[in-house]
């Protein structure tokens, strides 16, 4: 019986095969390099085509226009003739509610009802599509069907309202962009203006439930005659007519309310935010340029003619080399192809099988 001895102090020489990827890499690169020197005619044929393109397009695309209001809300209240705080909580999170507030449902409702948005002539005008895709997006979404014209232009000030907050500064900005610049202006005010009014409407009703309280607890302490008895019914009074001048306002669509409010209205900018003539065309230049280039190594590889495949390319046809050799590398001495002949050979003798079957 033998033993197997193994000797621990000689390392076992395991050899292991390793892939040459750095030369197939190396070889790839130098091809392409080669296929882009030979076919640089195509590829800057496609450049300029892309190029081309895109010039003839970013004429036709329509302009967007933006504008931005400023908002910044008072996270103090002046009662008693003294500045308290509105909340214990974190000022971040104050704004953050402000935020949400700003495209309520009220307020983008008041916005519509103000500014006719509803009853424009481009709404009327599409309102019959509008109502047949409503509906049919009521069957299979009902979360997103629109009942009305107004619930159709809220969702639109949904959709499109950007409000973004600074959280250093407490900042709130309202944005808009559509095709128009002094409708873009128009709608981030009353939206801001909106915004502004009902919450100078709830100071004022919180105001207004204030004094109800100073009139109740004055009561309970003196007589009806007394003079603090007759300073906080004169409060009160004051109060409620601040109130009814509040919603007055309102439903006039007046701005005198939020006169002193910390508010940047926007003003119309006349220089369009999109399209972005420089990201397309530079988006172009490399499409054509990427396109070039691959379609410069497929000819290389497949050993087509660059010049004959970018015209049939431009026509909408398959290659020309590549029909050819669809229909077969061998041909008969007449020009044809086995494959013509093998098509042609069974007519004739069909044709001259029907012959002798006649003359029979």
């Not at 010039?55 to 002046?78: E, G, K, M, T, W």
């Not at 309520?104 to 599409?126: C, T």
């Amino acid at each position: 019986m033998s033993v197997l001895k193994y000797e621990h102090e000689i390392r076992p020489n395991f050899q292991l095969e390793h892939s040459d990827s750095r030369a197939h890499y190396e070889g790839v690169a130098v091809r392409t390099l080669l296929a882009i020197r030979r076919h640089w005619r195509l590829i800057t044929s496609l450049v300029t085509l892309a190029l081309t393109l895109a010039c003839l397009i970013i004429p036709l695309i329509p302009r967007q226009y933006s504008a931005a209001a400023f908002v910044s809300p008072n996270l103090f209240s002046d009662q008693q003739e003294k500045v308290v705080p509105l909340a214990s909580v974190d000022a971040t999170s104050l704004v953050n509610s402000e935020t949400r507030l700003i495209v309520s449902e009220s307020v983008l409702q008041a916005v519509v009802k103000r500014l006719g948005m509803d009853q424009n002539p481009e709404a009327a005008r599409s309102q019959s599509w509008a109502e047949g895709l409503d509906w049919f997006k009521g069957m299979l979404l009902p979360e997103t069907r629109n009942h009305s014209p107004l619930d159709r232009q809220v969702t639109m000030l949904r959709n499109k309202v950007e409000v973004m907050k600074d959280p250093r500064s407490y900042l709130i900005s309202i944005s808009f962009t559509t095709r128009s610049a002094d409708e873009a202006a128009r709608i981030v005010n009353a939206i801001a203006l909106e915004y502004l009014r009902d919450k100078a409407i709830q100071r004022r009703q919180d105001a207004v439930t204030a004094a109800e309280a100073e009139l109740a607890r004055q009561l309970a302490i003196y007589g009806k005659r007394h003079p603090k008895v007759l300073q906080a019914a004169d409060g009160l009074v004051d109060a409620r007519a601040a109130l009814k001048a509040a919603v007055t306002s309102e439903e006039s669509g007046g701005d005198a309310i939020v006169i002193g409010e910390r508010v940047k209205l926007a003003v119309p900018n006349r220089t369009p935010t999109s399209p972005k003539g420089f990201v397309i065309l530079s988006l172009s230049l490399m499409l054509g340029l990427l396109a070039g280039i691959g379609l410069a190594v497929w000819c290389d590889r497949h050993g087509l003619d660059a010049r004959q495949v970018l015209i049939d390319l431009v026509s909408f046809r398959l290659p020309r080399d590549l029909r050819l050799r669809g229909k077969g590398d061998s041909s008969d001495p007449s020009g044809g192809s086995e494959a013509d002949a093998a098509v042609s050979s069974p007519r004739q003798g069909g044709y001259s099988k029907h012959k002798n079957v006649v003359g029979h």
